[in-house]
């Protein structure tokens, strides 16, 4: 489903802040994977889902999707394949709308609509069905402004907003880290029924190595833009939080963990 050679993306390149983080990556992920990404702060995984999505371009390297190169698509493009949530609830949803004309233009992406944000009264009953399935009560408050919801609600209703046009791709940028603990597991929850329940092909950054290991069905773990581990199947449900902390010591034996923040 996603296919990445020889990727290369430097910062601020020729300058005394020159920041290398991908230096020729190779990435292959199958259909219907759900993979968690955890590293070190500045490993480049928040750099990889932009890259990814487009809102970064890429210096070198190809992108396919599906077989579809996307290296120089722009971000608009891509986003008809491909779904995102980002850290910030109010990041994906449009805060002064309703909930209905949030879910309206998310089901109308790529599609030209009028002033009344394609609104069709035809789809009110799906959007109420797809808002119960997440138990939060959004079925009874298509008509409140999404900026009166909570947190928790908000990435909810992002999370179907991102999934509704059944994209090739969806995107998680550590997409509980702003979250009070319960309402992260809930979170996390909702999103392991979606990607389930719609067989979504999903990358995860998290900086919580439990919920890494708890979710999905394949796991990496990244450093200075490379992945240096790639555990899936029986191997990684084998995996605990020592395991991973032992995996990282062992990779980077000249390194301190002290140096380096794996998780929150």
Known sequence: MLQIRNLHKTFNAGSINEK??????????????????????????????????????????????????????????????????????????????TILENMSMAYNKGNPFNLTWGISRKNISYFKDLLAEVNLGLENKLYNKVGILSGGQRQALSLIMAVMSKPKLLLLDEHTAALDPKTSETINEITGKIVSEFNMTTLMVTHNMNHAIKMGNRLFMMDQGKIILDVQGEQKKNLTVNKLLSHFESLNSNSSLSDRVLFA
């Open 20 to 97: 290398v983080v991908f230096d020729g990556l190779d990435l292959d992920v199958e259909k219907g994977q759900f993979i968690t990404i955890i590293g070190s702060n500045g490993a480049g995984k928040s750099t990889l889902l932009n890259v990814i999505s487009g809102l970064i371009q890429s210096d070198y390297g190809t992108i396919k999707l599906d077989g579809v190169d996307i290296s120089t698509m722009p971000e608009y493009k891509r986003s008809r394949n491909i779904g995102r949530v980002f850290q910030d609830p109010s990041a994906g949803v449009a805060p002064n709308m």
